[in-house]
């Protein structure tokens, strides 16, 4: 070992190699694993990178924003003794800031007093408060079939094409503590929104701005864009500042924090890259064998904890490479979230929106957040004798599509009415609609009423006298 | 802790390689850095180590030193641990939030068991007695149901010259002594215990008695025995998690361990905060008195989700070793292979089938092995069963993890997407899924319930296998081109579905249902299929049978009549008979 002393703060000069964005740094005397780094070009730029590896004397180094223009003599570098901390205020809500958290509205760099390292911490199980407050999102599919609660994760699962970003739209416009059906409670809500963009168009980030704007949320949001033509690693720090805000605004500022993420499928992809250069076995379809533990570190950062009004909910969105779901992607973040609302290239087509495909849509913590006291007693029922009723429409369609709709019996000719007004009126909402639990509950019951009581086997026998039929 | 046995020369995640020692031996326990992040020796060469760390590396430089413990990786055994939550290499989670808050820190020497509890020790032994291995000398009550055995630990055999008197101890005060051919060791309720080898036991023993997990599908159709292990593997959302605490809290076992491997926080503390209020219905006392948790969330360091399930299936062959039934529930075993996966892509190893390692195999072998039926050293009958989930990619059982578990276990109990689009929980395919062990069990249900579960069982699958078949001429050309004898199939095997199979954990009548209750229905369900049989035999028309008011209340039966009132299923089966009947005086 050539020096024993640490390198935090000292420049050192030349690196050794470059390939795609890793650099490899030599005679580094002590360096940290995953410690933060500054990269100083020939032309006196800075860029920041990350510690990916160290050995005696040597370091290996992710650079965030591209190598492109680094020479391998003109280039030194500076580790920091710290892994990276960015600044956290209350602040930054009403402003748009880059990949990297810097300031893009041509506003000042916010005031803050507090910093904090983007890889987070686990939170303790046994601080965690158990979510239980659903969330009216005033979407009929959602509030009915696959009810949020505070402090959930669930992506929505989509594809290109597919109006993914209306509905996340629509859900952060829309969003509001739950009540129980039929109260108009209003409560003081302190809703706080953290949006971040991952790879995304220009028009895509700017369609979000424009809605947050019309909404007025604009005060209430701060927006991490990472635009497509922005580095690629990038990428991997975006959703890592914007998780370090929500967690200042829902801990300590006591915020229920949106945490819109988009698209993570572009995340993974820049995941892919870093991966494939460093020469590491991969797993499936060539993504890394981490990838579950990268992307967990990205979910789990969601829930409430004990000592705080605040929560933290996601909503990821990302878009099933070629709509297939068993993809890595979608695969690996169903098994960490709790639930998913999968969005259908089939509805899209059919011009339903929200195009909510109810079958393989979940929402794991809904079971907690629902019956009575929180929405309505028959709630819980209801909803999977919704899901019976749908599932067995498909066999009915595809019965139908062989032997022909007249020759269906009575009771399949119910389902197949049943199936289509599900779709029309259930489904089916506009983009400016939005239902209270009420309203849902009440076209849930009409639909049902359209199949026989004796169908309705999941559902408690004084609940069908008290509703079929009456609304 | 004693001088630095060795440095840090590189780093790599939770991988790192230290230099400068012999003495470290391979599965050691060491200590990294001066914040003592516990780590474990996975290999040697020359004199270079590499050691897996359970704790995050952030910051670690090489230099830093490395400690020894001259221990194995192991686990701390002895009064408190019923009722307790642990992280991955069992620290406990609660004195965690003590000293750090709401997120885990790192690096702090704590005690998975509380030094200052006193606890009330009898012994069962006295001066002059003499000991081996695993033989009781005294108890302690643990909770309102566990009384904890205090045995001779590994290794020490001799006379017993002192036994401290009934009273109130802490684990590290002395309560016995033995002399052994190399003097006098003292005892204490505290043992450290390697986790990565199997305890040691007299003998296994046949098993033939099932675990109970007052889930219809499982225990009517799949059963397991104690000492037996399973398989549920399921795509997400397929209800992998709901089934595993379902049997956590209803099965039959004395204690639960429950590794909750790589998943979600909120999970566990679903855990932690139901099973205290829940009432197990044997015992009638709180569930979390006989609950062990160990959480290792999937934000957690990764090397740590290894150690979890070896930490868990240790305390397991412990509890065992006092002579309970343990059943262990690891969700998901997927996580620990993908967190060998990982280890091993950082060690640069050659990778076999989707870079896993080629020993993979081999680890959920030993590890499955580890249930088991056994009559331990005290001459008691204790029993460890496996219930593993496993999380397949894409819900393909082809995947090696599934493979390879499906190698070492003998009940497969399959989840199934479209099952569980349309709600019908639990999800297991009564098509793929499997046990090997109803020879095994057979008696044991005619005994307890005076039926003939077998016959019935195979009757009932019958029907599920016919249907399975008839489905597909429906889906070609409608139900109504099928002869009604059957129509009666499908209607039978509907009614299978929907009033037996499925079964609603939210309900709190039909989330238990026990073996009689489960019996009675399963016989009531094939008693209408003869009835009908016979009257559409004499000409009837299958819709006169589907219109039958006592469907309703065939399918309703489960969620009606609780466990403590089975006899009104018999007034079900009058109300049948008496249909049938005046059904069958239209057709004489």
Known sequence: MKTTERSAGLLIAGITSVEGPIIRVEDTGIVAYDEFVEIIDSKNQTRVGRVLEVGENFAVIEVFSGTSGLTTAGTSVRFSGRSLQVPVSREMLGRIFNGMGKPIDHGPLPLAHNFADINGQPINPTARIYPRDYIQTGISTIDAMNTLVMGQKVPIFSGSGIPHDLLANQIVRQARIGSQAGTNEERDENFAIVFAGMGIKHDVAESFRNAFTESGALNRVAMFLNLADDPVVERLVTPKIALTLAEYLAFKCDLHVLVVMTDITNYCEALRQISNKRGEVPSRKGYPGYMYSDLANLYERTGRIKGSEGSITQIPILTMPNDDITHPIPDITGYITEGQIVLSRTLTAQDIYPPVSVLPSLSRLMKDGIGEGKTRADHPALASQLYAAYAHVQDVRSLASVIGEEELSSIDQKYFEFGRAFEKQFVNQSFSENRSIEETLTIAWRILSILPKTELTRIKESDIEKYYGTA | ?588
């Open chain 2, 1 to 588: 802790m004693t001088d630095a046995a060795a440095v840090i020369t590189w780093i790599n995640g939770p991988v790192i390689r230290a230099r400068g020692s012999s003495k470290i031996a391979m599965g050691d326990m060491v200590g990294v850095s001066d914040q003592n992040l516990i780590g474990e020796v996975i290999g040697l060469h020359d004199d270079e180590m590499t050691i897996q760390v359970f704790e995050e590396t952030s910051g670690l430089t090489p230099g830093m030193p490395v400690y020894s413990t001259g221990l194995p990786l192991s686990v701390e055994l002895a009064p408190g641990l019923i009722g307790s939550i642990f992280d991955g290499i069992q620290r406990p989670l609660p004195v965690i939030e003590r000293k750090t808050g709401s997120f885990i820190g790192r690096g702090f020497g704590l005690t998975p068991l509380d030094r200052r509890t006193r606890w009330s020790f009898t012994p069962l032994l006295i001066k002059g007695n003499k000991v081996s291995e695993g033989i009781a000398i005294g108890s302690v009550p643990e909770t309102g149901v566990i009384t904890h055995k205090i045995m001779i630990p590994h290794g020490i055999s001799g006379t017993l010259t002192w036994v401290a008197p009934a009273n109130d101890y802490t684990i590290d005060e002395v309560i016995a002594r033995v002399e052994t051919e190399h003097g006098e060791e003292p005892i204490t309720m505290l043992r450290r215990c390697p986790v990565r080898k199997a305890r040691s036991f007299k003998n296994r023993k046949e098993k033939n008695e099932p675990l109970l997990t007052g889930q219809r599908v499982l225990d009517t159709f799949f059963p397991l025995v104690k000492g037996g292990s399973a398989i549920i593997p399921g795509g997400f959302g397929t209800g992998k998690t709901i089934t595993q605490h379902q049997v956590a809290k209803w099965s039959d076992a004395d204690v639960v361990v429950y590794i909750g491997c790589g998943e979600r926080g909120n999970e566990m503390t679903e855990v932690l905060q139901e099973f205290p209020k829940l009432i197990d219905p044997r015992s009638k006392r709180p569930l979390m008195e006989r609950t062990i948790l160990i959480a290792n969330t999937s934000n957690m360091q990764v090397a740590a989700r290894d150690a979890s399930v070896y930490t868990g299936i240790t305390i397991a062959e412990y509890y065992r070793d006092m002579g309970y039934h343990v059943a262990l529930m690891a969700d998901s075993t997927s996580r620990w292979a993908e967190a060998m996966r990982e280890i091993s892509g950082r060690l640069e190893e050659m990778p076999a089938q989707e870079g896993y390692p080629a020993y993979l195999s081999s680890r959920l072998a030993e590890f499955y092995e580890r249930a088991g039926l056994v009559e331990t050293f005290n001459g008691d009958t204790g029993s460890v069963s496996i219930i593993g989930a496993v999380s397949p990619p894409g819900g393909d059982f082809s995947e090696p993890v599934t493979q390879q578990t499906r190698q070492y276990t003998r009940v497969f109990w399959g989840l199934d997407k479209n099952l569980a689009s349309a709600r019908h929980f639990p999800s297991v395919n009564w098509l793929n899924s499997y046990s090997e062990y109803l020879d095994n069990v057979t008696e044991w249900w005619q005994a307890e319930t005076q039926m003939p579960w077998r016959e019935l069982r195979a009757k009932a699958m019958q029907i599920l296998t016919e249907e399975g078949h008839l489905d597909q001429i429906v889906k070609l050309v409608g139900p109504d081109a099928l002869p009604d004898d059957q129509r009666v199939t499908l209607e039978t095997a509907r009614l299978l579905r929907e009033a037996f199979l499925q079964q609603n954990a939210l309900d709190e009548i039909d989330t238990y249902a026990t073996p009689q209750k489960q019996m009675k229905m399963l016989e009531l369900i094939l008693h209408f299929q003869a009835r009908a049989e016979a009257v559409v035999s004499r000409g009837a028309i299958i819709n006169t049978i589907q219109e039958l008011p006592i469907l309703n209340s065939l399918i309703r039966m489960k969620n009606t009549i609780p466990n403590e009132q089975l006899e009104r299923l018999d007034e079900i089966r009058n109300a049948l008979d008496e249909q049938f009947d005046q059904l069958e005086l239209l057709y004489r």
